[in-house]
């Protein structure tokens, strides 16, 4: 009777435990890309790409003013 009555308890605590853990996974999961990081993120990626991209064109020998534009 022991067993009948306290397997169910500790079957449901554990489904909720592991419920909550696996909430607080993801909503810490989802925070890296709320709005500011991923702004940040693709504005660095953008300014590599676009030193990466002027480096090419002055290994291309274009001009200055070619390059700024």
């Not at 090419?56 to 200055?64: G, H, I, K, P, T």
Request: overall charge negative; glycine content about 4%; some cysteine.
């Amino acid at each position: 009777m022991f067993r009948d009555v306290l397997m169910p308890l500790a079957k449901g605590a554990l489904e909720d435990y592991t419920k909550d853990f696996l909430k607080d996974c993801i909503r810490d999961f989802a925070g890296l890309f709320e709005n500011d990081t991923l702004h940040t993120v693709v504005g660095k990626a953008l300014k590599e790409f676009l030193v990466l991209v002027q480096q090419e064109l002055e290994d291309a020998e274009v001009s200055q003013v070619e390059v700024e534009e």
